[in-house]
């Protein structure tokens, strides 16, 4: 096997030292992630009533919706209620961007089965 060149010897350890950066990077993104989500878990209620029919929506069921785009609006998750399985939606945020956003998804869905529900979580 031939001996590496000066070049070849600094490239290799300039490329190792990437590798290196970009695993460290990846791990606190992944460390980022999860202590965002386990905030966010803190944040969301154990249920929310159904607006459909009163029941329960577990927070089993919750997905959360992106809000990076809207103006005003927190946070916002859906849910499905154990009872009569319609979607519940609650949101966090200024009153007047969480009607808009009701809105909208009413509009979206011609008024069905899209419960809305505003939900004060305390997130800023």
């Known amino acids: ?3 590496l060149t000066k070049q070849q010897k600094r490239a290799a350890k300039k490329k190792a ?3 290196k950066a970009a695993k460290a990077q990846c791990e606190s993104n992944r460390a980022t992630k999860q202590a965002y989500a386990e905030n966010l878990n803190k944040l969301l209620p154990e249920q929310i009533k159904c607006n459909e029919c009163g029941g329960r929506v577990p927070k089993s069921t919750y997905t959360i919706l992106p809000t990076q785009d809207v103006d ?3 946070l916002a998750f859906s849910g499905t209620c154990d009872d009569c399985g319609s979607a519940t939606m609650a ?3 200024e ?4 009607a808009v956003v009701h809105e909208m998804f009413m509009s979206e869905m011609d008024g069905s089965k899209w419960s809305m529900q505003k939900h004060s979580l305390g997130v800023k």
């Open 1 to 3: 096997m031939a001996k």
């Open 91 to 93: 949101l966090s945020g």
């Open 17 to 19: 030292e990437k590798k």
């Open 95 to 98: 009153p007047e961007a969480c």
């Open 72 to 74: 005003g609006v927190d």
